[in-house]
């Protein structure tokens, strides 16, 4: 029986399966002290209380992990891969960030710059604990398989996106359609990669493509992303436009149901959240996007209590999937407990649950990821709960939500597999691809046509500065 002194990266990845014994699992149902899990192949096994795993697989050496759980890898429910370069520029800036940075960046990118930007990325993942991305789409010019190669090989699920906009193409919307049936299938019997089309916003795409997307993605069992109620300003081109809000929009034109997954959907009104509630359409809840950029936080709560499917999402803010649970909670208690007297805001469980299970459902995965259960993929951290900051628990759900950090993930496996031990790949060097981006995001941004509304934080405290002297 290994003890956790002795507990190397090689002791993980053994080949054959693996008896993991932390001191608690964290299932479906809760934390289950004394349980164990049995990984084989991408897989769980089994599940159960360790002594009875120890008489059903005698052949197994048991990996004894003191001090730390067991729990789901986190799923990102939205995440834009190829922004990564430009990630520091969305500081205090207002709303709609995309027309001034993120679309010029993009169009800046060559093959090389999306497969190391998209790679960068999909390691800081990992790194916070998601072991599953949903990426919205790249506008850079580019086939989407350097994005797949780039997580692929970082060795992160991902749910990749491919744009469908066509609003200012062709009315002939054939193209965009065949384009969007030879993506679902292209990616189809992949391990880690799972096909989803993408759509930048209602007004993006024509009402024949939104219709029609839906009904492809219905088909293949995938989703369609859209951002949607993100900002006033796109609601109120929606209303001049459609004489109706984004979600209405969707709903006329046959594009809501279970297929669609609604970035952001902070500006909701009843009306929008019926809407929501009975097509079974599912929600990524950005709280941190939301903080940064937005005009509202989404009234997840309310989601939660109404059956409304939501996952948790980075929008590519920060990948700390610890921090976004905390997020998630605290702006809950922020726009909508502290004005009811709510003091529970989900009870914690909520957050854990969206950022993991929920999340899975809401990006297609439900049936492979998300949890830790015989039969679902093997996708799982291992966390050091030894420390001051988590030893004295008495309430785990509510500990990780708002104590845990991404410091305390020992590992990180995916599809039943060792990809970070400490933060850092075995196979490839992590430290190398930083170095490399970091040089090329400079010559990125030096050429990419990017306008930023307020300076930097430097920039800003000089300005305070010469204005208080010259006082």
Not at 450 to 459: A, D, E, F, L, M
Request: with cysteine.
């Amino acid at each position: 029986m290994t003890d956790q002194h002795d507990l190397t990266p090689d002791r993980l990845r053994a080949d054959g399966a693996l008896l993991l014994e932390p001191d608690v699992v964290l299932t479906p149902d809760g934390p289950m002290d004394h349980y164990a899990a049995v990984v084989t192949g991408d897989t769980f096994l089994a599940v159960g209380p360790a002594e009875r795993l120890e008489r059903t697989y005698p052949h197994l050496t048991p990996v004894r992990l003191r001090g730390h759980i067991l729990m789901p890898g986190f799923v990102d429910s939205h995440h834009h891969l190829t922004q990564t370069f430009g990630a520091a520029l969305a500081f205090g800036e207002p709303s709609e960030i995309f027309r001034r940075l993120w679309v010029p960046l993009e169009g800046a990118l060559d093959e090389e710059e999306v497969y190391v930007a998209a790679k960068l990325a999909a390691l800081e993942s990992l790194r916070g604990g998601f072991t599953t991305v949903a990426e919205a789409g790249t506008r850079a010019p580019v086939d989407v398989e350097l994005v797949a190669a780039a997580t692929r090989d970082v060795g992160i699920r991902c749910v990749l996106g491919l744009v469908c906009n066509d609003a200012d193409s062709d009315p002939d919307t054939s193209t965009t359609l065949a384009n969007a049936e030879k993506h679902l299938v292209r990616y189809c019997t992949e391990e880690l990669i799972h096909p989803s089309l993408a759509i930048s916003v209602p007004e993006a795409a024509t009402a024949r493509t939104l219709h029609d997307t839906a009904r492809l993605a219905a088909a293949a069992g995938a989703v369609v992303q859209i951002h949607v109620n993100e900002h006033l300003a796109a609601v109120e081109r929606s209303l001049v436009q459609h004489g109706l809000r984004p979600l209405e929009y969707l709903h006329e034109v046959g594009a809501l149901g279970p297929q669609l997954l609604a970035a952001h959907a902070t500006l909701l009104t009843p009306r929008e959240l019926t809407l929501l509630a009975d097509s079974g359409a599912a929600v990524s809840y950005n709280p941190v996007a939301s903080a940064w950029k937005g005009n509202a936080v989404a009234p997840a709560t309310t989601m939660a209590e109404r059956g409304i499917r939501f996952g948790l999402g980075t929008d590519g803010t920060r990948g700390d999937a610890f921090r976004l649970t905390e997020a998630a909670e605290f702006a809950q208690r922020l726009a909508y407990g502290l004005a009811t007297g709510d003091s529970s805001c989900g009870a914690g469980w909520t957050w854990l649950e969206h950022a993991g299970r929920g999340g899975a459902d809401a990006v297609g995965l439900g049936a492979r990821t998300g949890r830790i259960a015989e039969g679902a993929a093997a996708d799982f951290l291992l966390v050091d709960v030894s420390g001051p900051e988590m030893r004295l628990s008495w309430d785990l759900p509510w500990e990780l939500v708002r104590r845990g950090n991404r410091d305390q993930i020992t590992a990180v496996f995916v599809a039943g597999r060792l990809r970070l031990w400490r933060g850092w790949p075995l196979d490839w060097d992590g430290p190398a691809l930083v170095r490399r981006a970091a040089d090329m995001s400079r010559d990125v941004l030096l050429r990419a046509p990017v306008t930023r509304v307020h300076p930097t934080s430097t920039g800003a405290r000089h300005a305070h500065a010469e204005r208080s002297t010259a006082q």
